[in-house]
């Protein structure tokens, strides 16, 4: 990849999780009302065939990693799991009443935060306690993030006495002068540990994250983790670019100097060999910054055209409903989005009250949905078509008139009706994506809200 195409397309741009991103809901429109019309809607169409999904943000940290761009607290002090999990437990309650039957629960994924902050004992009342008023599809499929530092053995055998078969765990780098540099000091040993833990107990899918661009971080470094991590064999690999936000997070994120960072030439020479080292070791590249076994059921997704990004990021499979339990956390409707309250006194308080925890939202308009489909589209299949009429939009022309410099450059290749990204511009899928997204063109933020692009 040349380097004036990387200063090209190095642009502030959203990750697209979502369509439309949170900064351009219209929170004006939104009311608790219209969100649990969508979310009864959806559920209805779903529940019955495909089942819902479940979030469970659990926010709690012993300490701060300055790479981190989640929602978290700070603290020591264990004495919060229990109220914790009580809200969520309540929380979950109030969901259930809306809803017109009994859910059947087809993914369930625990982040964070740090889920194995919590106990095993506490974590099995939770999931107890929320299964109670639910069915599992035939299908099911259970996940939460494990850090490799506090997993224990227990943790593993708890969550797959549950029916947890899937543990992420957050590897990031394994150079002792980047892990001092985002406060999170991590052994190989301690992942290997984990891992193997994982697979003894019966775990199918193990996953590793890797970030790039961290700083202080060289190809040598990258070299190095990869290798570490290919021995290892992990089912698939998260390897994604560090995203410096600090005006959003605050002095989380200044934990170094931004002339440690490597500039955007370096991260993509980063990525690049470290895509071309997971290559060699049989990975297959998923979406965007996203690596599976053949084995694994994210490349089995990708191959029968099932994949799908949310929230959670990338999964196997879709559910037309997925509710966001805890802190900071985001429902999804497919016809609207719902956010909760970040601050955990005022959730407890909210909890307290009998009133779900909803500060914000969004309910998706016909154009809206129109476009999340292209984006979904162009995220998990690097693809998308509009001979469908109902896919068609009126701006439709000015999009492609607006893509035709990144054709030229041989980053997609378009004919009357269908666009496909090149090899070459799977890295730039997130600037694709953004000719498509007409709220950005039409509200070009003031301030810088997004990561860069690279």
Same mark, same amino acid.
């Given at each position: 990849?040349?380097?004036?195409?990387?200063?090209?397309?190095?642009?502030?741009?959203?990750?697209?999780?979502?369509?439309?991103?949170?900064?351009?809901?219209?929170?004006?429109?939104?009311?608790?009302?219209?969100?649990?019309?969508?979310?009864?809607?959806?559920?209805?169409?779903?529940?019955?065939? @495909?089942?819902?999904?479940?979030?469970?943000?659990?926010?709690?940290?012993?300490?701060?990693?300055?790479?981190?761009?989640?929602?978290?607290?700070?603290?020591?002090?264990?004495?919060?799991?229990?109220?914790?999990?009580?809200?969520?437990?309540?929380?979950?309650?109030?969901?259930?009443?809306?809803?017109?039957?009994?859910?059947?629960?087809?993914?369930?994924?625990?982040?964070?935060?740090?889920?194995?902050?919590?106990?095993?004992?506490?974590?099995?009342?939770?999931?107890?306690?929320?299964?109670?008023?639910?069915?599992?599809?035939?299908?099911?499929?259970?996940?939460?993030?494990?850090?490799?530092?506090?997993?224990?053995? @227990?943790?593993?055998?708890?969550?797959?006495?549950?029916?947890?078969?899937?543990?992420?765990? !957050?590897?990031?780098?394994?150079?002792?002068?980047?892990?001092?540099?985002?406060?999170?000091?991590?052994?190989?040993?301690?992942?290997?540990?984990?891992? @193997?833990?994982?697979?003894?107990?019966?775990?199918?899918?193990?996953?590793?994250?890797?970030?790039?661009?961290?700083?202080?971080?060289?190809?040598?470094?990258?070299?190095?983790?990869?290798?570490?991590?290919?021995?290892?064999?992990?089912?698939?690999?998260?390897?994604?670019?560090?995203?410096?936000?600090? %005006?959003?997070?605050?002095?989380?994120?200044?934990?170094?100097?931004?002339?440690?960072?490597?500039? !955007?030439?370096?991260?993509?020479?980063?990525?690049?060999?470290?895509?071309?080292?997971?290559?060699?070791? !049989?990975?297959?590249?998923?979406?965007?910054?996203?690596?599976?076994?053949?084995?694994?059921?994210?490349?089995?997704?990708?191959?029968?055209?099932?994949?799908?990004?949310?929230?959670?990021?990338?999964?196997?499979?879709?559910?037309?409903?997925?509710?966001?339990?805890?802190?900071?956390?985001?429902?999804?409707? %497919?016809?609207?989005?719902?956010?909760?309250?970040?601050?955990?006194? @005022?959730?407890?308080?909210?909890?307290?009250?009998?009133?779900?925890?909803?500060?914000?939202?969004?309910?998706?308009?016909?154009?809206?949905?129109?476009?999340?489909?292209?984006?979904?589209?162009?995220?998990?299949?690097?693809?998308?078509? %509009?001979?469908?009429?109902?896919?068609?939009?009126?701006?439709?022309?000015?999009?492609?008139?607006?893509?035709?410099?990144?054709?030229?450059?041989?980053?997609?290749?378009?004919?009357?009706?269908?666009?496909?990204?090149?090899?070459?511009?799977?890295?730039?899928?997130?600037?694709?994506?953004?000719?498509?997204?007409?709220?950005?063109?039409?509200?070009?933020?003031?301030?810088?809200?997004?990561?860069?692009?690279?």
């Amino acid at each position: 990849m040349t380097p004036s195409l990387i200063d090209k397309y190095n642009v502030a741009g959203p990750r697209y999780t979502s369509y439309p991103t949170v900064p351009y809901w219209d929170t004006s429109t939104f009311t608790m009302k219209t969100w649990k019309d969508s979310l009864i809607n959806a559920f209805n169409e779903s529940n019955e065939t @495909e089942g819902i999904s479940l979030y469970l943000h659990l926010p709690f940290c012993e300490s701060l990693c300055t790479f981190c761009g989640c929602h978290k607290r700070i603290t020591k002090q264990h004495s919060v799991e229990t109220p914790y999990i009580s809200a969520l437990i309540k929380e979950w309650d109030l969901y259930c009443d809306i809803l017109p039957t009994k859910p059947k629960i087809k993914e369930l994924h625990l982040g964070g935060g740090t889920p194995t902050f919590f106990s095993p004992e506490n974590l099995n009342l939770l999931i107890r306690s929320l299964l109670n008023r639910a069915t599992l599809a035939d299908d099911y499929e259970f996940s939460f993030e494990g850090h490799p530092n506090n997993t224990t053995e @227990e943790h593993l055998q708890t969550f797959y006495d549950l029916g947890f078969r899937r543990v992420s765990y !957050g590897v990031q780098d394994y150079n002792e002068t980047v892990q001092k540099a985002i406060h999170r000091i991590q052994p190989f040993e301690n992942v290997k540990r984990v891992t @193997e833990q994982a697979r003894a107990i019966g775990y199918t899918s193990v996953s590793h994250d890797i970030i790039f661009g961290l700083p202080f971080q060289t190809k040598a470094h990258v070299s190095e983790t990869i290798a570490k991590t290919k021995s290892l064999k992990p089912d698939r690999i998260a390897f994604y670019s560090y995203a410096h936000v600090p %005006w959003i997070k605050g002095n989380g994120q200044r934990g170094f100097d931004e002339s440690n960072l490597p500039s !955007g030439t370096a991260k993509r020479q980063q990525y690049e060999l470290g895509k071309t080292l997971l290559a060699e070791a !049989g990975y297959h590249e998923i979406g965007m910054d996203h690596f599976a076994l053949p084995s694994d059921s994210l490349y089995q997704s990708m191959t029968n055209k099932t994949l799908h990004r949310n929230f959670m990021g990338y999964t196997a499979s879709k559910t037309k409903a997925m509710i966001g339990l805890g802190v900071s956390s985001i429902s999804d409707s %497919w016809y609207g989005f719902a956010q909760n309250v970040k601050g955990i006194e @005022e959730y407890y308080s909210l909890i307290k009250e009998g009133i779900l925890p909803v500060v914000k939202g969004h309910i998706l308009n016909t154009e809206d949905l129109i476009i999340r489909k292209h984006i979904l589209n162009l995220m998990c299949q690097f693809d998308t078509s %509009w001979s469908d009429d109902e896919l068609y939009f009126d701006e439709l022309p000015e999009v492609l008139y607006g893509l035709e410099e990144m054709e030229q450059d041989g980053l997609l290749i378009r004919n009357e009706n269908q666009l496909r990204v090149t090899e070459k511009g799977k890295p730039f899928v997130r600037n694709i994506c953004m000719a498509f997204d007409l709220l950005l063109k039409r509200k070009q933020p003031q301030t810088r809200i997004f990561s860069m692009t690279v």
